[in-house]
């Protein structure tokens, strides 16, 4: 069987190997178990239900978040020669789209999560012949984890109706609490989560106080030719800097919710065509594009969690060559992160104050960043790296600003958890 697979990923993929644990969870699909896998950035989610789509008769269902991220897919996939297809607001072959998914003429059907919980889809399915369902950004299902849809929760029916289909769930990052989570809303047996290496040995991490943000970008552009991203955390904060980096002669472009979208198309497929370009740039650029040689990506600001900052670090240095991960942090970060507590629903403040620590303890350890990354993600990790700012230069404890600063922290810790 997988003899098979790999025939089938040098015929479709044009790939000699699986790599990682991609063998392992197209196995289970294969075979007809249901899996979490959890899989960092880069390491090849989507194969992992393509591959399989191709292979067996009938239709992949990939319930997806976003238009822009399935029609990327879409393009990617039809572009090696796989059926493929989305039902989405935008697209206006439906009918055509419904014929081929009955006529057992598609390998893959992209939908939101929105549509896929109607009664009407799960009428369109229960007609068709279909073969897995892979819920891409599985982490969307938990209050635990870092981008909950509600939209995802409405998912159980669908796959309940059809419970000879095998279930493949995916995400680049979840902790303990919300894996288990996945597992239990999705219906996924415990034995079927599949967990990834996390270590990203060739990111440097470099985590310190934010002092003169400008000074210390515009160093870290001088120190690093090559492309990067800068994510601020406004789009007012996006002007500013995309402003005050381009006095450094450096090619520069903003990236943010408010920009039109061809705009944003337009700069986001400069910056992809680019060898040295900064895109400075909110949270909404990033995911799904496929960039390996991306050498830094600076946070102007504290991340929102350990997860979202792993998944933004993450796009960092892909093709395996040196890359780094620069974080600016203020007191001030934290004193707004606890303030946004205060109007938060109570029953989602338990993890967001868990969520707020984690990012406290990473950004206050004296320790070595990588093994505290991989210790979040439930990984084995040696005490040190030699690959971030305190193995390589370790802080000195007593030194009075380090004391200041890690007080100064401890301050906007919260609750007691
Ligand atoms: P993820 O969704 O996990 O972030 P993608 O599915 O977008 O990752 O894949 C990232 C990149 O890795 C893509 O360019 C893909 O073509 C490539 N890739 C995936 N599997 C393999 C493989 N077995 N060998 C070589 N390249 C691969
Ligand atoms: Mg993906």
Redesign the pocket.
Known sequence: MLDDARRA?QAT?G?????GV?ETVVGRVLRGQSSLAV?????????TYQLPAVMRPGTCVVVSPLIALMHDQLR?ATANGIRAAALTSVDTNRAETIARLRDGDLDLLYVAPERASQPQFHDLLANAPISLFAIDEAHCVSEWGHDFRPDYRLLRPLLDGLPHVPRLA?T?TADGHTRADILMQLGIPDDGLIVAGFDRPNIRYHITPRDNPAQQLRRLLADHPGPGIVYAQTRAQVERLTETLATTGRAVRPYHAGLDADVRAAHQAAFVASEDMVMVATIAFGM?I?KPDVRFVAHAGLPKSIEAYYQETGRAG?DGDPAVAVMLWGAEDFARARLRLNEMEEARLPGERARLNALAGLVETAGCRRALLRRHFGEDAPATCGNCDNCLSPPNVTDTTELARKLLSAIYRTGQS
């Open positions: 990923l993929f790939f000699a190997a699986f790599r991609q899989m960092p950035t880069g390491a090849g989610k989507s194969l990617s995916l680049a799904g496929d892909r």
